[in-house]
């Protein structure tokens, strides 16, 4: 807010008089005195320690919750509120004049209230006070009120939290702009106390109300998601083991919206999360009555029980044709078009558990993507037979590697293992090209144990060198989620007398946010023996961003389209944000393709701790690269 502006209103230090049963409801948390002692006429003068110290951060009298009573991080759930407890506002403001204002009004309404002057300190304070609302200044130094409002909803459990604006810019367009950022209510200077005290009473107050009512309130597991009123992932996934459990008949359905990064890219990270969520809310209307649960940014998981399984490509057909059938509005003068693929697989079959159905339909949905109705359906199979295996034998697996080079040097070797395929006819597959036929064949869990097996051969050759080799190896989920592939790994690794810590597996981000849990089973077993864990592909989101704590990981590769932010300041700040969480998690950072000086450069400023890239070296058959000399 600007220092001009401080004139509005009554000046600090004194509040205009607020509604009685404001003074009925907080005289206990206030002060000693009872009610009588401060009648609903009396002058509020604020508290002397409101006075600030250093210009930026003001003390509420009454203490705030501490951060071991507050529920984890990464809670999506509303935590319940004693209705009675004083009302909890977070004041970002940079203007002391404005925040002793705001903070005595809210003072004298019996509301608790801590300022902040900047954005640094913002995530912490959520995380520690727990606030009803954040009270948030559209001028803020360095990181505006926008952009942080955007970071606070990409947090978990952060979407239901009032946000709510206090500004003097006119600027009818700039009002627009903060309600589309995530902001809950616009409030503009001057503005009388007695308003102020409203807008922020009756936000908290339908907030509180919510949060009472909703599935998980009183400590049961939520069922639905608050912001859709979709069912939850966790929930659906229960049902469907349910649904194995019993026998019944029916069918899964895995819907896949297309171009998912490119519509990301084009309308940011708020806009494409309101679009996933109307998409969400027509597949469910096309789906009724049937289950259906988002299962990641841009797929969806249906479960029909009790169904004609007869009847599942119908219903997968009207899932894509309901999908695309109608435009989707992003802004008043623009809209767009969805696509997308749908796999299904029949219950009937049986599959052992939930785990074993959602891979099926995924394989399945990739197989999709190749057909022009986008629509396939899963053809269980009882036997694997030797000759439906990949031959990746006698020469026909090639193995490439990359170095991964600390921009500030470092004493080991790193490398990414690249997959190499080549055909009889002298072609040559890349990755991109065998890992999704590998997965669509069933076979993905055959090339990964190669090519691991090939890795730890490399690292067996090389234990004595001089400087000590790491080896980064992309494996897939339905891989890792095998008790037989883990017990093999820890018996490979005990054989050869390997330091598991020279092992980093690559996990995609896709595949992370569906298995989440095999995942953690798998990295705690994992743990024992020191194998590291880098998560791949990363795409800043509020499940995404959860994944960096919830499982062990010591590595995350950004998304190739971070290599062009230091032409797009957009893309620029949100790399900066990514590696900043993941820097405050613990984690290294690798900025991956990266072609050239300017991108190694917005890499570097950034924050980044490794480069991959062809700017630093193709990948090629030898494990040559001077890591000693490499000081970028």
């Known amino acids: 807010m600007a220092a001009n502006e401080s004139a509005t209103g009554p000046r600090p230090g004194r509040a205009e008089t607020p509604p009685a049963d404001h003074w009925q409801r907080w005289a206990a948390p206030l002060a000693a005195a009872t009610p009588a002692e401060a009648p609903p006429s009396a002058t509020v003068q604020m508290p002397a320690s409101s006075a600030p110290s250093d210009g930026t951060r003001l003390a509420a009298p009454p203490p705030l919750p501490s951060a071991a009573a507050l529920p984890e991080a990464g809670n999506n759930d509303m935590a319940p509120v004693d209705a009675d407890s004083p009302y909890r506002v977070l004041i970002v403001e940079d203007d002391r ?263 099926a339909v995924e394989r399945t949905t990739l197989q999709a993507r190749l057909l022009s109705a986008g629509v396939a359906g899963h053809v269980h199979r009882q036997v694997t037979t030797e000759q439906e295996h990949l031959a990746l034998l006698e020469g026909q697996l090639e193995l490439a590697y990359q170095p991964i080079v600390a921009v500030a040097g470092g004493s080991s070797a790193q490398y990414q293992l690249l997959l190499r395929l080549r055909r009889t006819d002298g072609s040559v597959l890349t990755a991109g090209q065998v890992i999704p036929a590998a997965e669509a064949a069933g076979r993905i869990a055959d090339l990964d144990q190669q090519v691991l097996e090939h890795a730890m051969g490399l690292l067996d050759l090389y234990r004595h060198a001089t400087q000590p080799l790491n080896l980064f190896v992309s494996q897939s989920l339905r891989t890792l989620q095998r008790d037989a592939f883990a017990d093999w790994l820890l018996e490979s690794l005990q054989q050869r007398r390997l330091p598991g810590s020279a092992l980093v597996i690559d996990v995609r981000l896709p595949d992370a946010l569906i298995h989440t849990v095999p995942l953690q089973q798998f990295c705690q077993r994992m743990a024992s023996v020191g194998v590291r864990f880098c998560l791949s592909q990363f795409e800043p989101g509020s499940e995404a961003l959860a994944l960096l704590t919830q499982l062990p990981l010591s590595f995350v590769r950004m998304a190739a389209r971070f290599s062009s932010s230091h032409s797009n300041p957009d893309t620029r700040e949100e790399l900066r944000q990514s590696i900043e969480q993941a820097h405050a998690a613990g984690l290294q950072i690798i900025g991956q393709q990266i072609e050239d000086p300017q991108a190694a450069a917005a890499m570097w400023v950034g924050g980044v701790d490794y480069i991959q890239g062809n700017m630093v070296q193709s990948a090629g058959s030898d494990l040559n690269f001077d890591f000693h000399n490499a000081v970028l």
């Open 97 to 359: 004049a404005q925040a002793l204002f705001a903070q005595s009004v809210l003072h004298g309404a019996g509301m608790q209230a801590i300022v902040l002057g900047d954005a640094d300190g913002v995530q912490q304070a959520i995380r520690e006070q727990r606030p009803d609302l954040i009270l948030m200044d559209l001028h803020l130094p360095g990181l505006d009120g926008m952009r942080l409002t955007a970071m606070i909803r990409q947090q978990p459990g952060m979407q239901l939290l009032p946000i709510v604006f206090l500004s003097g810019d006119p600027d009818p367009e700039r009002q627009f702009e903060v309600l589309d950022c995530g902001a809950d209510d616009y409030l503009s200077k001057p503005i009388r106390p007695r308003h102020l005290i409203a807008a922020v009473a009756n936000r908290i107050r339908r907030a509180r109300a919510q949060a009472a009512t909703l599935p998980g309130a009183n400590g049961a597991p939520a069922t639905s998601n608050p912001e859709t009123g979709l069912p939850t992932r966790h929930h659906v996934l229960q049902q469907l083991n349910a649904t194995l459990a019993q026998h019944e008949r029916g069918g899964v359905f895995f819907v896949e919206i297309s171009s998912a990064l490119g519509l990301r890219e084009r309308y940011g990270y708020a806009a494409f999360e309101r679009l996933m969520v109307q998409a969400g809310q027509r597949l469910a209307e096309a789906g009724h009555p049937h289950l259906l649960a988002r299962l990641n940014d841009n797929s969806f998981l249906l479960l029909a029980r009790n169904t004609d399984e007869e009847s599942l490509e119908a219903i997968a057909g009207t899932l894509r044709e309901q999908l695309s059938a109608r435009a989707f509005v992003i802004r008043d003068d623009e809209s767009v078009h969805l696509r997308g693929v749908v796999g299904y697989a029949p219950l009937s079959p049986g599959f052992d558990d939930a785990s074993s159905a959602l891979e």
